[in-house]
């Protein structure tokens, strides 16, 4: 079975300066990995996403994220957040399950706060 | 292109009665999936439409079924309703993500249920 953990609940941060988002994930086979945001009152929104190839993954609006297959991790980056990063952001694990199907497991979010 | 279209986005129902959901896919997606999103259990991944069959389903009671029809449009349904079930269910529509994680899942906004 695959789960997701994502270990901060909430992430405040000041405008301008870097944050770090983490994800750890647990799974016995290769994984496809994946960032998504969800802005209030919406729905979610891909960010970036891994699936084989280069580690380092660079996604939509300044984010990038490293695949790190030894410490089972997807931390997502940005190196200057705005205001409008403020959202939810949900770390997401697929595998490839019975049938070659594949069902996605999420993490429980975090938080992202940014203060002028 | 017009994005993924739910409806209706506000729902208030009674403990015990049913409901249906509507989800309206990107045009030209063939599959469609939709998740539970609550405080206490994040997102949860219902099941997966695909060519008007069920591809894959989640831990959910029976309570919880969907159908898809001939232009990919799609339903859930959730019978005898309960307390628990006040959510957030989101639609994904994508061209075949069930066979192949690179397609991308497009989101709806929601629709937002309320059980009292």
């Known amino acids: 079975a695959q789960s997701v953990t994502q270990l901060d609940s909430q992430v405040p941060v000041f405008e301008e300066a870097p944050v770090e988002l983490r994800c750890n994930y647990s799974s016995s086979v290769s994984v496809y990995l994946f960032w998504y945001v969800q802005y209030p009152n919406q729905g979610l929104q891909l960010l970036l996403k891994?699936?084989?190839?280069?580690?380092l993954v660079k996604g939509i609006n300044g984010f990038e994220a490293e695949f790190n297959k030894s410490q089972t991790s997807f931390h997502l980056r940005k190196p200057s957040v705005h205001i409008s990063d403020t959202a939810e952001y949900f770390c997401a694990v697929t595998t490839a399950g019975t049938g070659g199907s594949y069902i996605p497991t999420f993490g429980r979010g975090t938080s992202l706060i940014v203060h002028p | 292109k017009a994005g993924v279209t739910q409806t209706p986005r506000y729902l208030i129902k009674t403990r015990g009665q049913q409901v249906t959901l509507s989800c309206s896919p990107i045009s030209g997606h063939r599959s469609v999936s939709w998740y539970q999103q609550t405080p206490g259990q994040g997102l949860q991944f219902l099941f997966e439409?695909?060519?008007?069959?069920?591809?894959n389903k989640g831990n959910f009671p029976g309570r919880f079924s969907g159908r898809q029809f001939s232009n990919s449009r799609s339903e859930m349904n959730v019978s005898t309703l309960e307390l628990g079930d006040s959510a957030l269910y989101l639609c994904?529509?994508?061209?075949?993500?069930?066979?192949?994680?690179?397609?991308?899942?497009?989101f709806g906004p929601g629709t937002r249920l309320t059980v009292t």
């Open positions: 891994y699936l084989s190839g280069s580690t």
């Open positions: 994904a529509s994508s061209l075949a993500r069930y066979r192949n994680p690179n397609y991308e899942q497009y």
């Open positions: 439409y695909f060519s008007e069959t069920q591809r």
